[in-house]
């Protein structure tokens, strides 16, 4: 992976740079010194790595069009933040970029249950939005696995997804307004209190644009009445391809559980050996969740196990209280540091048409093979958003090379079958260099028109999203 | 020009200098009147339709009707319930899933299953220049780049020409149930649907109608679908909790006002007719204050009260413009004028005014994506 080389220019202004933003931001909210910076050198895609010039941590919209306003003037690159859990380096900085973080607007604004949204300050977490409306009985549905740390201004910059969107949707539908600092340092009210857009949709453009539109502060979202309860299956099975045949027949049956989550046998042991969970021994498994009342959660779940048992599983243990849900969900929700424990891994997030299911875990598994590496499964499965996880070992010369080969064959094979390259996870520095494999040179150029609109200079995280040779014209 | 395909499309447009008027099934001649060469769009078809993935994927120019009956054959529809606009705007033809999408047609069910941008999760367009741009995919989720696909619902052909649409498809549920309140004035009307959109058991329609809209009393209607016990066990905890002596519709006759709210056909005979996208408790004063204002009206309330149809009386010049505007910008929201007489509509503000950088940033969109301003110009004014 490259990052542009850093404009000596910037570099060299960079006192005159740190004294004009220490000089319109309140004591503290500027970080230069080099160990605090350490902080902001990477994301959740820890393999990469770069200090900022400075960090700055403003405490309000006013703050942060202060920042924008002197960082355009100076033309100099602006990374904003979140709680850098990005794992695609969408918050990776450039040695001469500014990162913006906006950890500190974290305040609840305005809390509205009649009309059901939560407006808040974009740099609170995800879950301490539901921790905000819960004791009232509401919730907000979007549940990305890492939702205790992350932040809502992350999750609209990569529409993030969670366990739950199959029912729920993602960011993108659960998203009402927000109030945006332009890179100029204007600031802009979109979308509201209302459900559509008046004119041109910017609120679905500004949604998963990754940091490139413009610096969100505020955010409107939707929020649910939670439902009266839930609860999971297990079924295991001895056939991934099995499996997959299994998560068809459920959706053409017309029942919409939250959530239907797949392990492969790799993420299984792994899971198994990390916590316990007391799962089977098998090829894959399926945690399906229902939601409701006791009785129509009995109804589906009965639903859901006639079609499961037509397939011959290995196993079928249906959750009878809420310690054995939470032992259910215990395996697939540490999934990820399990895998962690074997190895370092590198955790891909292409989708693919469900169709595919057994034809693409197949390749997966031929294709890890020639590379000498294993690749562990666990993903949503009810919407073919797949996690391949490539397990390598970062201190032996060469590994991650090849791991992130291994990694661009993978999605360019989602491509192929009809999918897509990040289902989630968004584009970042990872997938930039592939993104002609799923779009051509027009439907890359028209993405970066809407850039200039917003961005005439692009300032906002300009080395991600587009591959750099594309983009090397407008970034100079 | 009848147009019958992409290549064709694009050839069209990037040989011609316009201005193009561009048409699905004609079926919603909304917006400022377009003076221009029409480009009838003729790309009809499903390609692919794979129910055990809940996707389709169709050219822009098939009827919804086709669309439809090939989805109700394997038990799926599309969930966001798109309004025929046929019923009350009295236009001809047969609505193309284009303009559906075009122009993000969406119906009740709005609150429960999302819009009908929140189902487009891929599009292949042609733009302003001629060019063939593809966006999204075919699959639910995808953050790939920029969603260009949410810009292009709703533009209502103005940045391009959609040629093919992807879409998220949803199972029908086994039945569906309507608890019905007669005689509640708006504020409790809507307060009542509130209380139900608040409470856990998945609402998928939730609207009020003034007097006089849809019979002599006012009705507030609670929709539920489902599995057929859980359809009933829902009715009984509303019934208990919120909804104490609703009447209870099921089956053809739910359905059968759920397509009234749908198409608003109580106002098909009304001459002007706005739709103003609220905060829903707002509505109550909004309604109220237009009577203040000597706006006389009917409403319908659709969305708990979010989407509100108002039909004005029809002595006013302006329709009705002024005092609806001054509404939205004292509660937030917009107003479209969607039905009125083409001279009314040349003369006013058809979509919400922009200001400030949303102007700023729409305007610069269109420059991108349409520079020679050739398609459907001045339609979203
Ligand atoms: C263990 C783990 C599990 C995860 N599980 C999921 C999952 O289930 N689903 C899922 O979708 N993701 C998941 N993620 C990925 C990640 O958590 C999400 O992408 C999340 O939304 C990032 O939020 P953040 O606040 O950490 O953003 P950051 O990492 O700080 O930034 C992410 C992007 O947002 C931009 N950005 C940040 N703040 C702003 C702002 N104010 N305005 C504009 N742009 C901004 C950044 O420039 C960057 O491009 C997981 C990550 C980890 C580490």
Redesign the interface.
């Known amino acids: 992976m490259q990052m542009p080389e850093p404009r000596a220019d910037i570099l060299t202004g960079r006192a005159r740079i740190v004294e004009r933003l220490r000089a319109a931001l309140p004591p503290g909210a500027v970080i230069d010194d080099a160990i605090e910076l350490k902080v902001y050198e990477c994301d959740g895609l820890a393999a990469y790595r770069c200090p900022p010039m400075c960090a700055v941590l403003p405490g309000s919209t006013a703050e942060v069009s202060a920042v924008m306003r002197i960082c355009n003037e100076e033309g100099v690159p602006v990374v904003p933040r979140g709680s850098g859990t990005s794992l695609s380096g969408g918050a990776l900085p450039t040695a001469d970029s500014v990162l913006l973080g906006v950890a500190r607007l974290n305040g609840v604004l305005e809390v509205?249950?009649?009309?059901?949204f939560i407006r808040v300050e974009a740099g609170r977490t995800n879950l301490s939005v539901t921790g905000a409306v819960e004791q009232d009985?509401?919730f907000y549905a979007p549940d990305p696995s890492s939702q205790l740390a992350c932040a809502i201004a992350g999750n609209i910059a990569?529409?993030s997804?969670g366990a739950h969107?199959l029912k729920y949707?993602?960011t993108?539908?659960n998203l009402l307004g927000v109030t945006m600092v332009?890179a100029d340092g204007?600031?802009?009210?979109?979308g509201?209190?209302?459900?559509?857009?008046?004119?041109?949709?910017?609120?679905?453009?500004v949604?998963?644009?990754e940091g490139q539109l413009g610096v969100v502060t505020e955010a409107t979202l939707r929020i649910l009445?939670?439902?009266?309860g839930a609860r999971p299956v297990l079924v295991g099975f001895d056939s991934s391809e099995v499996a997959g045949q299994c998560v068809?027949?459920i959706?053409?049956?017309?029942?919409?559980p939250v959530a239907i989550e797949f392990m492969d046998r790799l993420t299984i042991r792994a899971a198994e050996a990390h916590v316990a969970a007391g799962y089977p021994d098998c090829e894959a498994l399926l945690i399906i969740e229902v939601e409701?009342?006791a009785?129509?959660i009995d109804?589906?779940l009965g639903r859901i196990i006639a079609i499961a048992k037509a397939h011959d599983p290995v196993e079928i243990r249906e959750s009878g209280s809420a310690a054995e849900s939470e032992r259910i969900w215990k395996g697939r929700k540490t999934a990820f540091g399990a895998m962690g424990q074997i190895n370092d891994y590198m955790c891909l997030d292409g989708?693919?048409?469900?169709?595919e299911l057994p034809f693409v875990l197949r390749r997966i598994g031929e294709l890890g093979a020639e590379y000498g590496l294993d690749v562990g499964n666990v993903f949503?499965a009810g919407?073919?958003?797949m996690h391949p996880l490539i397990l390598y070992d970062a201190n032996k010369p060469g590994d991650l090379e090849k791991a992130e080969a291994l990694g661009a064959d993978i999605l360019r094979l989602c491509v192929e079958v009809?999918?897509?390259?990040?289902?989630?996870?968004?584009?970042g520095v990872e997938?930039r260099e592939i993104?002609t494999a799923?779009?051509?040179a027009?439907?890359?150029?028209?993405?970066m028109?809407?850039?200039?609109?917003?961005d005439p200079q692009w300032i906002l995280n300009p080395a991600k999203?587009f591959p750099l040779e594309v983009s090397a014209g407008r970034r100079s | 020009m009848k147009i019958t395909s992409e290549q064709e499309l694009a050839e069209a447009i990037r040989g011609a200098n316009g201005p193009f008027r561009v048409r699905g099934g004609g079926t919603r001649d909304i917006g400022k009147p377009v003076v221009g060469e029409a480009l009838e769009l003729g790309m009809s078809g499903i390609e692919l339709y794979?129910?055990?993935?809940?996707?389709l994927v169709v050219r822009a120019g098939t009827p919804l009707a086709e669309i439809e009956a090939v989805l109700a054959g394997?038990?799926?529809r599309l969930a966001f319930e798109p309004m025929d606009h046929r019923v009350m705007l009295g236009t001809k033809g047969e609505p193309t899933i284009g303009g559906v999408v075009a122009a993000?047609v969406?119906g009740p069910r709005?609150?429960q299953a999302?819009?009908a941008?929140?189902f487009a999760i891929g599009a292949r367009f042609v733009?302003g220049s001629g060019?063939?741009?593809?966006?999204g995919?075919?699959?639910?989720?995808?953050?790939?780049?920029?969603?260009?696909?949410?810009?292009m619902?709703?533009?209502w052909g103005t940045?391009g020409v959609l040629t093919e649409v992807s879409l998220k498809v949803?199972?029908?549920?086994?039945t569906e149930a309507t608890l019905v309140a007669r005689g509640k004035d708006a504020r409790h009307g809507i307060?009542a649907l509130?209380a139900a959109?608040?409470?856990?058991w998945?609402i998928t329609g939730a609207a009020h109608l003034d007097p006089g809209v849809a019979g002599p009393e006012s009705e507030t209607r609670v929709r539920i679908e489902g599995?057929a016990?859980?359809v009933d066990?829902r009715i009984g905890?509303l019934q208990r909790e919120i909804c104490a002596g609703w009447e209870v519709l099921r089956g053809d006759e739910s359905a059968a006002l759920w397509r009234q709210v749908r198409d608003v056909a109580p106002f098909a005979d009304a001459p002007v007719v706005w739709r103003l996208?609220?905060?829903?408790?707002a509505t109550p004063a909004i309604s109220q204050a237009l009577g203040q204002a000597g706006l006389g009206h009917a409403a319908l309330y659709d969305?708990g009260g979010?989407?509100m149809w108002i039909a004005p009386d029809p002595e006013h010049d302006d329709g009705g413009a002024e005092a609806i505007r001054a509404q939205i910008a004292a509660h937030?929201?917009?107003a479209?004028l969607v039905k009125a007489p083409a001279d009314l509509r040349a003369r006013i503000d058809v979509?919400?005014p922009?200001t400030?950088?949303?102007a700023a940033?729409?305007r610069?969109?269109k420059?991108?994506?349409d520079p020679r301003g050739i398609l459907n110009p001045g339609l979203?004014?």
């Open positions: 509205d249950y009649d009309n059901r009985g509401f990569m529409n997804g969107c949707g993602v993108t539908n332009m204007e600031v802009v009210e979109i509201g209190a209302h459900l559509d857009a008046g004119g041109l949709d910017l609120l679905g453009l949604c998963g644009s009445a939670k439902p009266e068809s027949d959706i053409k049956a017309g029942i919409v409701g009342s009785g129509e109804d589906q989708t693919i048409p469900v169709s949503h919407d073919g958003n009809g999918g897509c390259l990040t289902g989630e996870h968004g584009v997938k993104m799923q779009y051509g027009d439907d890359l150029e028209i993405q028109q809407v850039k200039d609109v917003f999203v | 794979e129910p055990a993935a809940l996707t394997e038990g799926q993000n969406s709005r609150i999302g819009a941008r929140d733009d060019r063939i741009i593809k966006n995919g075919r699959v639910m989720k995808n953050v790939t780049g920029y969603d260009l696909v949410k810009l619902a709703g533009s940045l949803l199972a029908m549920p086994e307060a509130a959109l608040g409470s856990p998945d599995l016990a859980s066990y905890a996208s609220v905060k829903p408790s969305w979010g989407l937030g929201g917009h479209t979509f919400q922009q400030g950088a949303v940033l729409s610069g969109l420059q991108k994506f979203m004014g």
